[in-house]
């Protein structure tokens, strides 16, 4: 149980596109998910957090008409990079949290964004 | 400020050995502190939490010792496994509301 996707893997996208990353809960219900970036050997940095119904915080230095999150439904969430550039190519990873009572998030596969 | 401290960067182990990975953290308000395994493309993956209540907690090979006066918890793998190579990844967390992870420690376990 727990289990976390994301779509897709894999994205390449040309300088100034936009692109769409989502997440999904796949057995259970998530009021939270949690939006992470992680540089090549690196740690993961918390972008934001985004409730079900609800705006996204993003943290302290994330730009959130850069990185567009949607929390639509308690299964998923989307972040939107808009006009990507080189700079933004990463490893995106999203976690979600379970529905109902505190509780250990659990990460999905994480999507790996080139801009070219 | 860095609320949660990794180290070290990089180990190495000979199978059979003992990898031990070392975290310290300043807020006491965390109740939470997990450690996560992330091999290269791959999301995190919890290997073992432990709550400051307890001293340790043991999770077949994998073992977290936890030191609350010292704000301190370490991971211990014995018998350590070529498959065990991997990035390893401490967190604290306060409510489950927030994680903050360590820098990561490079795990290379030999044949």
């Known amino acids: 149980g727990a289990v976390v996707s994301q779509h897709p893997s894999r994205v390449i996208c040309k300088s100034g596109t936009s692109v769409k990353i989502e997440c999904r809960s796949l057995d259970f219900q998530a009021t939270t998910m949690f939006w992470y970036r992680q540089f090549p050997k690196q740690s993961l940095m918390l972008m934001a957090t985004s409730n079900e119904g609800s705006k996204a915080t993003y943290e302290q230095g994330v730009e959130k008409d850069k990185f567009l999150i949607n929390h639509a439904s308690l299964t998923l969430s989307t972040l939107t990079v808009t006009s990507a550039h080189p700079e933004d190519s990463s490893f995106y990873i999203c976690?979600?949290?379970?529905?109902?009572?505190?509780?250990?998030?659990?990460f999905g596969p994480g999507t790996r964004l080139t801009v070219t | 400020q860095q609320q949660v401290k990794q180290s070290p960067q990089s180990l190495i182990v000979q199978k059979g050995g003992i990898s031990i990975i070392n975290c310290a953290y300043e807020?006491?308000?965390?109740?939470?502190f997990p450690w996560y395994q992330q091999f290269p493309g791959k999301g995190p993956a919890l290997l073992i939490a432990i709550r400051p209540d307890v001293s340790e907690k043991k999770e077949g090979r994998f073992t977290i010792s936890f030191n609350k006066s010292a704000k301190q918890f370490s991971l211990h793998i014995m018998d350590s496994q070529p498959g065990d190579s991997a990035t390893y990844f401490c967190a604290a967390s306060y409510n489950f509301n927030k994680f903050y992870f360590g820098s990561g420690t490079k795990l290379n376990v030999k044949p």
């Open positions: 807020n006491t308000a965390f109740d939470y």
């Open positions: 976690s979600a949290r379970m529905r109902g009572r505190n509780h250990e998030q659990y």
